[in-house]
């Protein structure tokens, strides 16, 4: 008894939750229907037991849901890797390089950021997936682009599976008449009759399941090449974003300044290996990286407190003339505002009348930026999301926060 409870720990029944959300509800409801459909088919169109063809399509069939999973499961329950409480750089000057997360009572690590829905500061982070209900970061970064390439590989085999049966099945049901083409979906026109039933239900299911199988072929296959290129430069989602906005620093303040990304190793192989290895475990332990001549391990993080204090600088303020529930699609706010909502996960922030935000980049009918709740402090308490334009208005009576809106340039 007291071995099972070992084994059993509550932390890993708690990330049994994980499970019971809509990503992955769906994402586990397209894998079962195919791989059910395409094993059913396979039976009607390819019979593995009496040839060698048959039982090598039947095999590869279950080895592509077996590995489908096993790296699905990986990446959920295996997680990213998270900073650990209270963590600090070693040498203690290292610290004014690093961003404090409050929430997590630590400093940030080169390469991490917190996520708001894991309600922590992840390794390496790249995006939170809602497919995984978890992060895609440092240790389960592998198992998640594995899943990626294998998917779509699977879903191709079974879209094959499900034209060929349709096919064949069809075929033995299909007469030519003088002026018309019957299909007689009662039975095949051949003996012996298949073992299992193809009527008008199996066409639809079958028929159904190329299109899950299609869809997700294109879809998590273009999800695998956005992956593969930012592994193959040693970068995050996230990280090509902070580059971009590097840039447009620059840019913008002139400054004459050259961002190298220290993190590409200058070889493509020297990256891959960085998320790839034989064992399955990525290299380093997540908090220290390795990084190209010229730069050192804290080269990134400085980019981003400068690009924290260019964006207070840029940041406009304005002031809440309308209420705002929070909705996604708020159906008071116009049809434009309605239909032209930001295609993220990023939060949106309720507004009352009154309300103050500092607005850092907007849409054209939307706009991004905190809700100041604590205005008596510089580092007031604040909420960070999108809300409505129409909802604000400008302060133009702040002469100190007039500057242009959305990162708009200055006229010079």
């Not at 829905?117 to 682009?145: E, L, Y």
């Not at 298949?194 to 072929?217: C, E, M, Q, R, V």
């Not at 997540?286 to 940041?315: F, I, M, N």
Request: proline share 5%; glycine share 8%.
């Amino acid at each position: 008894m007291g071995v099972l409870c070992s084994i059993i720990r509550f932390e890993n029944l708690q990330e049994l939750k994980r499970l019971c959300h809509w990503g992955p509800i769906i994402a586990l409801g397209v894998i079962a229907i195919c791989s059910t459909m395409a094993m059913i088919d396979a039976v009607l169109w390819y019979w593995p037991l009496d040839t060698t063809g048959g039982s090598v399509n039947f095999i590869m069939l279950i080895n592509w849901t077996v590995m489908i999973l096993y790296n699905y499961f990986n990446a959920m329950f295996i997680g990213p890797g998270y900073v650990p409480s209270g963590w600090k750089p070693e040498k203690s000057q290292d610290c004014m390089y690093l961003q404090y997360c409050k929430v997590c009572q630590a400093y940030k690590a080169p390469r991490s950021h917190h996520c708001r829905k894991c309600n922590r500061c992840v390794m390496k982070m790249d995006h939170h997936c809602p497919w995984i209900n978890n992060c895609c970061g440092f240790q389960n970064h592998a198992s998640f682009t594995l899943f990626l390439l294998l998917a779509p590989l699977g879903c191709i085999h079974a879209s094959f599976i499900f034209v060929m049966t349709m096919y064949t099945q069809l075929y033995n049901r299909i007469s030519f008449g003088w002026s018309s083409v019957k299909i007689d979906m009662s039975a095949a026109k051949r003996d012996p009759l298949p073992i299992i039933p193809f009527g008008l239900s199996a066409f639809a299911a079958s028929l159904f399941a190329l299109g899950l199988a299609l869809g997700t072929t294109i879809a998590v296959g273009m999800l695998f090449i956005i992956q593969m290129k930012v592994i193959l430069r040693n970068k995050t989602s996230i990280e090509s974003w902070i580059e971009d906005k590097a840039k447009d620093r620059i840019q913008y303040y002139q400054t004459g300044e050259i961002f190298i990304f220290p993190y590409d190793m200058g070889s493509k192989w020297k990256n891959f290996k960085q998320v790839f290895t034989w064992s399955g475990i990525p290299e380093g332990d997540g908090l220290e990286w390795p990084v190209r001549e010229g730069c050192h391990q804290y080269s990134l993080t400085v980019e981003q407190l400068k690009q924290k204090a260019d964006k207070r600088v840029r940041s406009v303020r304005y002031r809440a003339v309308e209420d705002y529930s929070g909705a996604c699609c708020p159906v008071t706010k116009g049809v434009k505002t309605f239909f032209t909502t930001p295609c993220t996960e990023e939060p949106r922030i309720a507004l009352v009348k009154g309300d103050l935000i500092l607005a850092t980049r907007g849409l054209k009918h939307w706009m991004y930026g905190d809700k100041v709740l604590d205005s008596t402090t510089d580092g007031g308490l604040r909420y960070r999301g999108w809300f409505p334009r129409k909802c604000v208005e400008k302060c133009l009576y702040d002469s100190e926060m007039d500057q242009p809106a959305d990162g708009e340039k200055k006229n010079r």
